[in-house]
């Protein structure tokens, strides 16, 4: 199982950023997947949750109507669009398979950090 986090960056506030996820070694149509987020100092913390077929999504308040996760099974790749970007958004993303919990199969993470 591999799961490769892309994307990342050096922003300013109300920019935008799309993180990618390119995973192998597992059938990706077959399991939700989600984005976990954990800044410097801090928890993990829930971003958003996709289910199999790309038809059902979930987002926290703190990025609900900001984030959109997306997922193309034909590419086995996760996406993550992020507008309008905050300070308190800063952290290092990760993608995980199956369940919201760094303790899932997850990739390297990738950085996102907002400062003007």
């Known amino acids: 199982v591999q799961l490769v986090e892309s994307g990342g960056g050096l922003v300013q506030p109300g920019d935008s950023l799309r993180l990618s996820c390119v995973t192998s070694?597992?059938?990706?149509?077959?399991?939700?997947m989600h984005w976990v987020r954990q800044a410097p100092g801090k928890g993990p913390q829930w971003v958003s949750t996709i289910n199999r077929d790309g038809d059902h999504t979930g987002y926290p308040d703190s990025v609900k109507g900001r984030f959109t996760i997306s997922r193309d099974n034909a590419k086995n790749t996760l996406y993550l669009q992020m507008d309008n970007l905050k300070p308190e958004d800063t952290a290092t993303y990760y993608c995980?398979?199956?369940?919201?919990?760094?303790?899932?199969?997850r990739g390297q993470g990738t950085q996102v950090t907002v400062s003007s």
């Open positions: 070694g597992f059938t990706f149509g077959t399991y939700s």
């Open positions: 995980t398979k199956g369940f919201a919990s760094l303790a899932a199969p």
